[in-house]
């Protein structure tokens, strides 16, 4: 497969929401086998606990690895980038559960706001909340609370998105410092980072939904043909087809999350980007 040279000789110019997209997919694409095989492991290792996660964790990250390597012309064996990865398992972990507190932290704020804001307000407008003009106002606050609470979600998406990337590739990182290193590196550059994620997300949605349906149908059918007590077999085969998809989609997000953070450190580092023909 021949990939368009996006640095044709001299730096790299910033690139647009469908460079990174398209850029991502073709990384995906010409290492489909190579990123689902370890991608189909890695959520294996999600069924084993703490262990298991923290294998998941560094899985996932050999894979932005990987991806990283092709994009600077220094491709690396799965098994010399695996013992990289691997050996920092734990900080991938942990920076995966401080990540998660940090977006619950967040989100308990948001909440505490809007609820001292929605208090006030229903204090302020207490005469009109029984009236339409009340219902109007209602209505509009939950657009506003709602709409305001992804656009939350999106801003903290895009100042993490690439948490695990430097953990992966630069040296003397731990869990604290690859997430500060994201959030560094994302500044100033929020609004593009959000558009990169809705365009990735639409572009997975149907792969997501097929294998929603999919494992509907199938859920239906053996319920119907299998007894009462093979509700088991029936659960294991809606697991294993969520893996499956999950195995699917997750190595193009981690390509995603590679070319994001090449960009970004081209942005600020003035790293050049090209990639090989394939």
Partial sequence: MSSPNLNPG???????????????????????????????????????????????????????????????????????????????????????????????????VYILVVTVVVGVLSVSISGLLTSFLGAILVGVLGIVTFVGFILVLLWLTSRLLVTEVPLAIEDNLGAVKTISRSWDLSEKLVWQIIGIVSVAFLITIPIQLLFSVISGVLQTLLEQTLSANALIPVGVMSILLNLLGGAIVAPFWQALKAVVYYDLRSRREGLGLKLRDR
């Fill in 10 to 108: 001299g730096p790299m110019r910033p690139l647009s929401i469908g460079n990174v997209v398209s850029a991502s997919f073709r990384l995906y694409s010409s290492h489909l086998k190579q990123y689902f095989g370890i991608a189909l492991k890695a959520f294996l290792w999600v069924l084993l606990p703490v262990y298991g996660w923290a294998k998941y964790s560094a899985l996932m990250a050999l894979i932005s690895r990987l991806a990283f390597r092709e994009l600077i012309n220094q491709p690396e064996s799965v098994s010399t980038a695996h013992q990289r990865t691997d050996a920092r398992k734990w900080r991938f972990l942990i920076a995966g559960i401080l990540v998660l507190l940090l977006t619950l932290g967040v989100v308990l």
